[in-house]
Nanobody
């Protein structure tokens, strides 16, 4: 079993930055794919970013609208994955969830086995 805890959300003005953290316990997840998803009120959960291991190297994937603004990374010693979010926009407002799994379909939420409780990100205009 893997337990995931997100942190780092909050209220920020448009153009600002936040760094979300996803800390894992229960099992090291250096070999897992870890994804970030978000869900805004009245909308479906959507993929934001993911990091996975392939050929002993990290591969990263992003939603088109966050490319160049968001960066996903991991610190295996701390068993933590980060989502650095810069140049935030009001449309980035959502609850952000991290998820972990042994999947190659990193943008598909149903492919993940473990989920955190979510952290709220609110971007004011």
């Amino acid at each position: 079993q893997v337990q995931l805890v997100e942190s780092g959300g909050g209220l920020v003005q448009a153009g600002g930055s936040l760094r979300l953290s996803c800390a894992a316990s229960g099992r090291t997840f250096s070999s897992y794919a870890v994804g970030w998803f978000r869900q805004a009120p009245g909308k479906e959960r959507e993929f934001v970013a993911a990091i996975s291991i392939r050929w002993s190297a990290d591969n990263t994937y992003y939603l088109d609208s966050v490319k160049g603004r968001f960066t996903i990374s991991r610190n295996n010693e701390k068993n933590t994955v980060y989502l650095q979010m810069n140049s935030l926009k009001p449309e980035d407002t959502a609850v952000y969830y991290c998820a972990a799994g042994t999947t190659a379909w990193v943008s598909t939420s149903s492919e993940y086995d473990y989920w955190g409780q979510g952290t709220q990100v609110t971007v004011s205009s």
